[in-house]
């Protein structure tokens, strides 16, 4: 399985992660039937072959409060 890093942001109030963005760290499998693989066998876009991905998730940063999407749900809430 082919691992991927990305950078993520924590809520704790919420308990909710923030996905921000891929680092372009990789780890390969070296699986010819992967997809994301630098080995995958096929050269057509269009074939039958899976991703086998893991997101592996690093914290940026550690908000001591809610995440936006509840924070916007709140306010929705509160206007009603």
């Known amino acids: ?13 919420c308990k909710h992660r ?3 963005e891929y680092t372009g760290r990789k780890e390969d499998c070296d699986l010819p ?3 994301t ?5 096929h050269n057509t876009q269009n074939c039958a072959c899976h991703a086998y991905v893991e997101d592996i998730e690093k914290t940026r ?4 409060t809610i ?14």
């Open 33 to 35: 039937t992967c997809r």
């Open 18 to 20: 923030q996905w921000l």
């Open 61 to 64: 940063s550690v908000h001591d």
């Open 37 to 41: 693989s630098p080995r995958h066998m």
């Open 67 to 80: 995440c936006p999407g509840c924070e916007s749900i709140q306010r929705s809430a509160a206007r009603m």
């Open 1 to 13: 399985m082919c691992k991927h890093e990305v950078m993520i942001d924590r809520y704790t109030v």
